[in-house]
């Protein structure tokens, strides 16, 4: 298996089409095109083929449908993973479902485990109850989605994971918070985070302003600031001087053990 120290990670802040899946994976894949040998990883934000939308017994594609086809197959024309959530049905159930594919046509999947009730998510859809832990090129990268980013319980690191990743739609009217919890999640459990978030307006009303992180393990944002214009983002990230700072800096040897149940 490969593995790299450095790890090119791009980020796409973009608007997405309401409820159009052509749409956006035609645009998206413009832009994803271009980052071939350019970037490792790429990660669009949740629910990237329709936005945050409730009707998921409409929108709702099998994990065989074309949004995972034309995953795999940019994955392999580009030598790019790729990774972030649609609306998928699953066993007669319907899931906010982060999915990972990479170049060698593996394919992982985390369902979101925290659903907005607030936005009637967790009527439309079924909570996931696993982790994943995506161990690529060396890496091991914890997939979470949106909501997920205030529940630190669930998030927390028990020596087994590098980077953690947040896909997201997450509301302008709560940016603070957004760009809090990223540097929280990033500081307690000692490892680089990369939260993306779209732009743009849905068909709700609601007003997204991207605002995307990489934030490092001392809770460094290495991003501009107030970033809200659309595009593509990269950074790389060092493994040898995340494992550099934890062994000067042991704090994972004081955690509190507990289970999730």
């Given at each position: 298996?490969?593995?790299?120290?450095?790890?090119?990670?791009?980020?796409?802040?973009?608007?997405?089409?309401w409820e159009n899946p052509g749409q956006n994976r035609r645009?998206?894949?413009?832009?994803i095109r271009q980052l071939a040998g350019k970037s490792d990883?790429?990660?669009?934000?949740?629910?990237?083929?329709?936005?945050?939308?409730?009707?998921?017994?409409?929108?709702?594609?099998?994990?065989?449908?074309?949004?995972?086809?034309?995953?795999?197959?940019?994955?392999?024309?580009?030598?790019?993973?790729?990774?972030?959530?649609?609306?998928?049905?699953?066993?007669?159930?319907?899931?906010?479902?982060?999915?990972?594919?990479?170049?060698?046509?593996?394919?992982?999947?985390?369902?979101?485990r925290h659903l907005f009730s607030i936005g009637g998510e967790?009527?439309?859809?079924?909570?996931?109850?696993?982790?994943?832990?995506?161990?690529?090129?060396?890496?091991?990268?914890?997939?979470?989605?949106?909501?997920?980013?205030?529940?630190?319980?669930?998030?927390?690191?028990?020596?087994?994971?590098?980077?953690?990743?947040?896909?997201?739609?997450?509301?302008?009217?709560?940016?603070?918070?957004?760009?809090?919890?990223?540097?929280?999640?990033?500081?307690?459990?000692?490892?680089?985070?990369?939260?993306?978030?779209?732009?743009?307006?849905?068909?709700?009303?609601?007003?997204?302003?991207?605002?995307?992180?990489?934030?490092?393990?001392?809770?460094?944002?290495?991003?501009?600031?107030?970033?809200?214009?659309?595009?593509?983002?990269?950074?790389?990230?060092?493994?040898?001087?995340?494992?550099?700072?934890?062994?000067?800096?042991?704090?994972?040897?004081?955690?509190?053990?507990?289970?999730?149940?």
């Amino acid at each position: 298996m490969e593995i790299k120290d450095n790890l090119r990670i791009t980020i796409a802040q973009v608007d997405l089409a309401w409820e159009n899946p052509g749409q956006n994976r035609r645009d998206l894949e413009l832009q994803i095109r271009q980052l071939a040998g350019k970037s490792d990883l790429v990660i669009l934000p949740e629910t990237f083929t329709t936005g945050f939308s409730m009707h998921a017994s409409d929108l709702a594609e099998p994990m065989d449908g074309p949004t995972i086809k034309w995953l795999i197959n940019l994955s392999q024309i580009t030598s790019l993973a790729i990774g972030g959530s649609i609306i998928i049905k699953d066993n007669g159930l319907y899931y906010n479902r982060f999915v990972f594919i990479t170049p060698n046509g593996e394919n992982f999947f985390y369902d979101k485990r925290h659903l907005f009730s607030i936005g009637g998510e967790s009527i439309s859809f079924t909570a996931g109850n696993q982790r994943l832990i995506v161990n690529f090129l060396g890496w091991r990268i914890a997939l979470y989605i949106c909501y997920d980013l205030r529940f630190p319980v669930w998030c927390r690191n028990v020596n087994d994971t590098d980077l953690m990743i947040f896909t997201a739609n997450w509301p302008a009217s709560r940016s603070e918070v957004w760009k809090t919890l990223l540097k929280a999640r990033a500081i307690e459990n000692q490892v680089y985070v990369t939260g993306v978030n779209r732009i743009g307006t849905d068909g709700n009303g609601i007003s997204y302003i991207g605002e995307s992180q990489f934030v490092n393990y001392r809770g460094e944002v290495l991003t501009e600031n107030n970033i809200s214009t659309s595009g593509l983002l990269s950074y790389e990230i060092s493994k040898k001087e995340l494992n550099n700072f934890r062994e000067i800096f042991p704090v994972a040897n004081d955690a509190d053990r507990f289970l999730i149940i």
